[in-house]
């Protein structure tokens, strides 16, 4: 039942999952990867960098980061952007306040363009690349890498940030394709 | 120097402050209210109601505030957006960064008209309105009443939360000219 309303609903990456956006939002620096499935397994990245916006006030950088990343999903069509969950324990509540501008913009700029907008927990992302729910920082690293094909890890952190995110759409769009025959 | 300082900024609201769109963010409601400074003291409301974003996820909720915003932003030129400053107790974590997402984009659409954005604490807020910054929230009511020269509250509360914003902007920058001579 989940299955088949799943496949009529409007989860298009289902349909269409080669290609997808992971984004790290930032008011400072948004990394972003996009990513291609090759094949059964693999996945290549196509492009990937960092955004960072400028202006000096707020509203400046919003419009900033809103154009680069409508630029970016026009550039490069995809089936999904993959971003993070919105944590609901805040560390620091007026950073977690001003990426969720910037996130509340890129999150826009997806639907404007028609793109799906998925988002995973961060124990369901490292679970899905290490298998382990609870995987360090390094492991989760040496898993961007092996899964990527690289010989080191995209830097900043916000680029492999944004690979993990676009990693693990690919498998659970795929393993989703799996279940439902496709 | 502040001033002078000011003037030569970009602080369009001192040079042009007669009309203001004060919001009150949210992805269920948005509350909007477009004030008019009418002679020297008293303000008039030309227009105000709430935004209802429609649509079952995030994205098209974001998309929707974000049309019907810069809808009003056009139908209304004003030379500023009132808006309550981000807080850093938050109070509900997962609301208060649903609320930024929302926030963000309502930033963007008056950034996207030139429009500048200027956000008040709400310590400030009461203390402008009332004369002290810890005023019950039946002060205020009777505060946005008397300004406007209503005869009842305007409703819901989001929409009274818009005018108290755009009160609150419309005495700091009548305030601010006064100071500087205009």
Redesign the interface.
Known sequence: MALSAARVGTVVPLLDPNRVIGIDPGLTVTGYAVLERRGSSSAAMIEAGVIRPRGD????K??WL?KAVADVIKSFPASAVALEQ?????AF??T???M??????I??A???RGV??HDYAPSRIKKTLTGNGRASKEQMQHAVMTELGLGRLPEPHDVADACALAICHLAIARIARGLAGA
């Open positions: 006030d707020l509203a400046r919003l419009a809103h919105v944590h609901s324990r805040v509540p007026r977690a306040l001003l969720a501008h910037a996130r509340g913009v999150v826009l997806a639907a404007e799906p907008v």
